[in-house]
């Protein structure tokens, strides 16, 4: 059998550190005749290299004087250097224990920059580069080989390093942290082959053997993202200046979100006319997310595709087509563009919430506890926005001036106020105060503005200020789908219901995926119940409650349509199901909405819905 690293045979004598073992017999051999099975913890580095089999059809012979070599000026000495204790090659791959992840790290990294020396200068395709990855945990172990699922963790989290490039599990980040300099990204979970938790992984950051020669940026602690050049396809000179202008009006819609990092159009059309590496991109800008996309004509007609991939991954997010009519570029550039940044932001969002959920919690940075936060809101529930308001308060703690964070928090007091979860004078106070620090501390931010007038209308705030709080906001940033539905509560409030309706449906069509979609329907069903649509409104209303069944404004506005409908039995049944009782917090709707007519068909609904016969 040919072997990548050559080792002596099994039974030869005793392991030396950095001597390259094969195993004769299968671990489920051993297992099975229980030849002294002995467990112990141990840093287990598992390497291959990569493209191997590649290498070895193009030149195999050389491939192997090659890597012999290697072993000898590189894998030998820096082995030996650091207590590695059992290793064994085969094919290519090398597997190795440390009994200290101190140890296994710095061996990975010095092997990694020196592989990548033995590189400089060589054509890309005669490279022989390693992928790394590294695990600690309780390996079984015999006097010749190791085995286990820890042992399978660091050959997995190897296959998903890059060629160059080491990848540890969360296991190994936590022994080593603070004990090496070391700068990593984090991948998140990671679902293993064969392995039946998913493993927390991260990549190490090492500028020796970033595959553009030049060092991995630091990201941002917000979403960070750069929209490439799109591809003409058809080469169509008109066609390219619609490409390059509309990449530009992307990027510009989106860089009106305050909450994302976007990098500029200059940066990154650098790449333009070239094949890229979606991670190098990412490594290159410092950005986390990447979008990418083509321009085809057909015709008049225009078919734009764009998708955005999470650039420590290569991990595709979204994809979608457009097509338009060539009558008016620029309208159609506009249109588009907006379309984009609007599904792209709160995609980010929800993204780096996941992101943010899946970190411990003792390792979140004030921007995760925003994050966190925001999340807990979503549900409208009391124990949710308990948890919700304890995440902003810290967040807040370490940045008193977070505009979003303090917004966000003033959003959670209201929701106590609106809801009866406390005292409504304390609740109130809470509310008001930190919505004045929010627009103190960001004024110009649209997100925590909006958010802001959200809070002040759960507060009963007159609406024409928050009309032009909201308006003023979305004036700076037109694709913001979460502007939009608060708009739409606020018009519905204030009675305008078919603009509210039509500021629903905005929201909805820039947000599609439908991340707040029991919003829509809750307030679009309202809208329909003023305007005695009642069939209508209560569909809307029925499929919020699948959506969101803890929500309560849906709850409210149900029982009542059910009492106008006449079916005052169902009425007053879903009443007592959901809580609704008489004299109830409902009453508080009287203070929230501003035309008096709507107002009382609401109220006089719920009280027919709270009779008792």
Known sequence: MKSGFHSPAHGSGPAKPGVLLCSERSQGQRILAGEGIQRRLAAVLAA??????????????????????????????????????????????????????????????????????????????????LRIGIHVGEIIFDESDIFGDNVNIATRLERIA?????????????????????????LGPQLLKNISEPVRAWRVRLGAHNPAGSPALALPD??????????????????????????????????????????????????????????????????????????????????????????????????DKFDGVLEDVFELQDNIASRVAGLIDPLLLDTEIKRARERPVPDLTTYDLYLRGLNLIRPWAR???????????????????????????????????????????????????LARRARDAAPNDPMTIISVAGALLNLGEDTHLLKRMVDGALARNPSHAIGWMWSG??????????????????????????????????????????????DQAASLLEESLDELPSYAMTKWALAACYAHMGRLDEARDFAARHGIVPGGQWLKIGSLYGDPEQREMTLSGLRLATERS
Not at 59 to 70: H, I, M, S, V
Not at 520 to 528: A, D, E, N, V
């Open 48 to 129: 291959d290299v990569a493209g191997y089999g590649r290498l070895m059809n193009v030149d195999e012979e050389g491939t192997l004087a090659r890597l012999r070599e290697l072993k000898k000026v590189v894998a030998d000495p820096v082995l030996a250097a650091h207590r590695s204790r059992t290793v064994k090659a085969r094919s290519g791959r090398l597997l190795v224990e440390f009994a200290s992840a101190v140890e296994a790290f710095r061996s990975a990294t010095e092997l990694q920059c020196a592989m990548a020396e033995q590189n400089a200068g060589a054509a890309r395709d005669r490279r022989i580069e």
């Open 383 to 433: 124990n949710s926005v308990a948890d919700a308001t304890a995440f902003l308060e810290q967040a807040i703690e370490r940045d008193p001036h977070f505009g979003p964070a303090l917004a966000s928090l003033a959003l959670c007091h209201a929701q106590n106020f609106l809801n009866g979860w406390g005292d409504a004078a304390v609740e109130s106070e809470k509310a008001r105060v």
């Open 222 to 319: 917000k979403p960070s993202i750069a929209v490439l050049p799109f591809q003409n396809v058809g080469g169509d000179p008109e066609q390219e200046y619609f490409a390059d202008g509309l990449v530009e009006d992307i990027t510009i819609a989106l860089a009106r979100f305050k909450s994302l990092f976007v990098i500029a159009r200059n940066s990154a059309f650098t790449y333009k006319g070239r094949a890229v590496d979606i991670k190098q991109v990412g490594r290159e800008l410092g950005v986390r997310y990447v979008m990418e996309g083509s321009v085809r004509k057909a015709g008049a007609r225009l078919r734009i595709a764009g998708e955005l991939i999470d650039a420590s991954t290569g991990a595709n997010l979204w994809a």
């Open 162 to 186: 890059e060629p160059g490039g080491i990848c540890m599990s969360e296991a190994a980040w936590r022994e080593i942290r603070g004990k090496v300099d070391i700068a990593c990204d984090d």
């Open 489 to 534: 509560w606020i018009r519905t409030v204030s009675g305008e219901s078919e603009l509210a309706i039509e500021h629903f449906e905005i929201s909805q069509r820039l947000d599609p995926r439908a991340s707040r979609r029991a919003f829509h329907l809750t307030g679009m069903g309202i809208c329909r119940f003023w305007q005695r649509r009642f």
